[in-house]
């Protein structure tokens, strides 16, 4: 396994942005977020989405150089087209201003409609942990999921994120709402092996663990059952309605590519406007004291809360220089040669 | 299988309450709610939780004449102690609080300290979507199920809700994080049934679909494993920080019984103040057609949208009346009498 320190990749993929057209600033914090996904142990949202990302730049998919515009402001709600600028970019932009009202109200919210895709939706809970704040946020896509009782793709694979400031270490939690992204399912995919959980639906509608055949009927299964099926409708019409943006049914036929268009929403508090230090302090070590307390189902498994295993990660890799799929890797080197 | 009148049904729970200790306006409110509750098909938190209410109330544990009082005021997000008032009373309380909020501030915000059991989280969703509103709300409970890698009990399954208003019929979400609930496994219990997919882990910790099994073992699944078990966790400390409250380690050691001295959520948001109702309707409307044009997975299968089947529940039982389990009915009665 090949390893590549932070700054060499970072420079890499910043060059392949600025190759494919963007400002050198811009470039560059987009290289960071990268980066720093893959540092953190996401690189199918970091390193590995770089050429994505530079094919949806060339085809104008992605607006280099678009800057967000405010549309609606009412004090601790403000809503913003992201003129279909870098989605990573706009997220920043809007958690920022969320954390700027909370500031001030003790809550802020976001609306972001018009936007591209945002990568990895943990960077903007790391976000607002980073700057002390409480941050919740989602995105709507395209379908990419059967909802509950069908067997076509028509609705969203929705992400979803929250995050609590913690001083010893952010409590960070990113989700989508299927059981395992294509990502994962494809990894596996003809090399006989089987996902630990079932993952989705064969031909039949029986649940398997294959990840070919899952790769075939496209019938991922989402988190609980009906349950991560009805989620992450919510989560959409609630993203569209709050951005005055479209719904996943509204980016299906805007064809721009995986989220082209598509609506965000970003929440920011601030809990020291409610609580003392040593309140949340109290809150947040009984919870991760309860936690690591608990029974093992297995001898010498460790209990982890949110976000944990990511600081792991980030510090193994930030020593030990980042893991990379050599033949990604390389194409990546390319993309900025 | 009785049905009885809605009427008849909230008269018999108010007479109870009142007998229990409550105020009569308060005791009206709680039985209407009730009532509600196992007329929208959720039985398990309306005719089914009066029992335990009423000995809840016997214990001091709900302080029946308890009212809400601000503790933070910051515009759009407040927060208030319940004062271990009626968690129903408290909890409409605290959604009309942020409807309020939000038709001046096109959101608000309240964090809700010390409360009891809110029964039907859907309850509140329905109410912020009855006056125009997206409603969002959770609560936090005491530890009843396993972290992921654990098999003792050390987080709480907490329920969270997501409610969008629709002309034509709102969508309301609402949902606890495990698989399935206690009620639903318990009702299965001894009964040489299985539930419909995997609910919890045997002494092996294999999945299992036994309710008997899981009944002993107590470890229900979360939804989508390791992730429902991370959402909790993060339901959990935000709610305690936003309210200034308990979580779940804290209502562990409070010893007033399930959720006494809960910590609760509730977010409004004017979707008006963004768009025009028309275009509130086009993301709605267009949503609901792609989902019920979705291919079903079995013939006949209908594809329904979170809130339609609740819906289409309470018309039936409005008209033919609410289905009860005799003994629990005669129980009610009884308390009543």
Chains 1, 2 share one sequence.
């Not at 809503?79 to 989605?87: D, E, K, S, V």
């Not at 003790?106 to 936007?115: E, H, R």
């Not at 496209?218 to 569209?240: C, E, H, N, Q």
């Not at 064809?255 to 809990?271: L, Y």
Request: aromatic share 8%; proline share 5%; charged share 20%.
């Amino acid at each position: 396994m090949t390893r590549v320190p932070f700054a060499e990749m970072k420079q890499t993929i910043k060059t392949a942005f600025i190759k494919a057209g963007m400002p050198e600033n811009k470039a560059d914090t987009c290289a960071q977020i990268h980066t720093e996904s893959s540092r953190d142990g996401v690189a199918s949202h970091g390193l590995n989405r770089v050429e994505r990302f530079v094919e949806y730049l060339l085809k104008g998919w992605v607006v280099a150089d678009a800057e967000p515009s405010l549309v609606v402001n009412l004090g601790a709600l403000e809503t913003y087209n992201g003129n279909l600028g870098p989605g990573v970019l706009n997220a920043l932009f809007a958690m920022n201003r969320a954390t700027e009202m909370a500031a001030v109200n003790g809550i802020g919210m976001v609306g972001l409609q018009n936007t591209t895709h945002w990568m990895r939706g943990g960077a903007y809970g790391w976000q607002a942990a980073d700057k002390g704040f409480i941050g919740i946020c989602w995105t709507n896509t395209e379908s990419c999921m059967p909802p509950w009782g069908a067997k076509s793709e028509a609705v969203g694979n929705n992400p979803f994120v929250m995050a609590v400031p913690r001083k010893k270490g952010h409590v960070v939690f990113d989700m989508a709402m299927s059981q395992y992204s294509y990502g994962k399912i494809w990894g596996l995919e003809g090399k006989n092996q089987r996902l630990p959980f079932p993952g989705g639906f064969d031909e039949e509608g029986k649940l398997t663990d294959n990840p070919d055949i899952i790769s075939k009927t496209r019938r991922v299964v989402p988190i609980g059952y009906w349950k991560g099926a009805g989620f992450t409708i919510m989560l959409d019409l609630i993203s569209a309605l709050v951005s005055g943006g479209l719904c996943t049914a509204g980016i299906d036929q805007n064809g721009k590519g995986s989220c082209g268009g598509c609506s965000q929403v970003f929440i920011a508090i601030d809990p020291l406007k409610i609580n003392t230090q040593e309140m949340i302090d109290h809150v947040l070590e009984i919870t991760v004291a309860q936690l690591k307390q608990a029974v093992p189902a297995e001898e010498g498994n460790e209990i982890f809360f949110p976000g944990e295993q990511a600081a792991k990660k980030r510090k193994e890799n930030t020593e030990l220089g980042i893991p990379v799929d050599d033949a990604i890797w390389n194409k990546v080197k390319e993309l900025a040669g």
